[in-house]
Nanobody, 127 residues
Framework: QVQLVESGGGLVQAGDSLRLSCAASGRVLSDYIMGWFRQAPGKGREFVAAIKWSGGTYYANSIQARFTLSRDNPKNTVYLQMNSLEPEDSAVYFC?????????????????????WGQGTQVTVSS
């Protein structure tokens, strides 16, 4: 199996930055797709960003270029740098893994595409 552990969340003020980490362990292959989703209270799980271990990145239009996704393959870790945070960004942030490297990028934004999930890390942004 694959285990995913998110970290880096916290309580910040509007305009601040946070860097979230997702560390993967277990049977992790370098070509697994990694994605970030977020879920606010009473809302569904919303796509944020995804990265192929071969390099390609994909972002939700809603983040408006404020977030940047990166990777460190030797550490099996991906990072989500979040800048100019707004109260609307408050949510539990989850990372997930897609094993099928041939999955169409059109499906990266669907949470049903992901095979494994971490436990989530809370991000709270005050105004």
């Amino acid at each position: 199996q694959v285990q995913l552990v998110e970290s880096g969340g916290g309580l910040v003020q509007a305009g601040d930055s946070l860097r979230l980490s997702c560390a993967a362990s277990g049977r992790v292959l370098s070509d697994y797709i990694m994605g970030w989703f977020r879920q606010a209270p009473g809302k569904g799980r919303e796509f944020v960003a995804a990265i192929k271990w071969s390099g390609g990145t994909y972002y939700a239009n809603s983040i408006q270029a404020r977030f940047t996704l990166s990777r460190d393959n030797p550490k099996n870790t991906v990072y989500l740098q979040m800048n100019s945070l707004e109260p609307e960004d408050s949510a539990v942030y989850f990372c997930g893994t897609v094993r099928d490297r041939y999955l169409s990028p059109r499906l990266y934004s669907s949470d049903s595409s992901y095979d494994y999930w971490g436990q989530g890390t809370q991000v709270t942004v005050s105004s």
